[in-house]
DNA sequence: GTGTGCATGTAAGGAGTTACATGATTGC
DNA sequence: GCAATCATGTAACTCCTTACATGCACAC
């Protein structure tokens, strides 16, 4: 069976303790979503697929009368996620950001415009570094002290490239207000 | 008809002056890409559906015995473009980048492994830069001393992102080896 | 008792990629 | 003469999202 970087995803979440595809997803948004997106519609074949690969193992593990499965990586799961850890080849990076594209093309707009679409986008960044301050390095700093190093790393690491970004525009945003002055 | 971002990416490089689908999609590799990829295979039904729309003409143009269409926006066209321009709406971003998903589980690995993960990472974001150095900044710059600024300005700032990167890599790689020593 | 969150799944559709198909031009 | 680049398009496929469908638990 052919593994992309959602099952590895979904391998990783159950190894650091997440147990049922709803609990994998939520994890996922706080986490990973800022370089790797996943939806619940992609979760649950997912976890079947692995199941059915002998990856992982599922139980039924109902609260109260509400179905819920819990999932666990298996040995052979866990070896199938550390070979691709160890494995240096990657596909390329990809994004898409529809508001970096608009800024690409703004020479096309008036001053005044401009200069409103680089505020906009300043503040939206400085507004995703206080999101992921606020909502992700707190876990991920408790999970540091714990042991668990990389989470945090990566917390940071996207907490810095908003911060770039905004000190960037912070800065175009000033050049174009000083020109049309 | 519905434009999404491709359309206004074809409409914007049409705009500043390219010509052919062939010509738009290595315009859009050398500056757009790192915000929004785009294959041969979109460019040319999207300048097929933007003709229809009429916000595009195209004319034969061959060279020599070589086929090629010369597409020109029209006013319609560019008004379109404006209007997306000073539109506020965005869909959220999205990245897909599998090696840091793997940075985000690196803690499953022994710390050799996770040094040369972040090592491999470090040099993989400097050369970027350098790539962008040479080959971006080189065509954007001379733009920008015409009067087209923002192109430059987005080189820039990709190379400001993958300089973050590199040096947040470079400080968990000597944090790493200290640990480990 | 009501809204929010927990919980699992499927179906249909859309966006984008890879591979295919074809051929001319230019520089070495 | 040969390779790289210019040039246009289509078909099949993959991946992913949105919408649908269903129902329990808990806090207010």
Chains 1, 2 share one sequence.
Request: proline content about 6%; hydrophobic content about 40%.
């Amino acid at each position: 069976m052919k593994l992309r970087p959602p099952s590895y995803l979904v391998l990783g979440m159950l190894r650091i303790g997440l147990r049922s595809g709803y609990e994998i997803k939520r994890g996922a948004d706080r986490s990973t979503k800022h370089f790797w997106p996943m939806s619940l519609a992609q979760v649950y074949p997912e976890l079947a697929r692995l199941e059915e690969a002998g990856l992982i193992t599922g139980r039924d593990d109902p609260h109260g009368a509400r179905a819920r499965r819990a999932y666990a990586i298996t040995d052979e799961g866990n070896e199938a996620l550390l070979d691709w850890l160890r494995d240096s080849h990657d596909e390329p990076p990809q994004v898409r950001d529809e508001r970096l594209v608009r800024l690409f093309f703004a020479d096309a707009l008036p001053r005044d415009d401009q200069i409103a679409l680089v505020r906009r986008l300043r503040e939206s960044h400085e507004a995703e570094v206080t999101r992921i301050q606020e909502e992700v390095m707190p876990i991920s700093s408790a999970a540091e002290e714990a042991g668990t190093i990389f989470p945090h790393a990566l917390a940071r690491l996207s907490s810095d490239i908003f911060s770039t970004i905004a000190g960037a525009l912070d800065e175009l945003e000033t050049r174009l207000s000083d020109e049309s002055a």
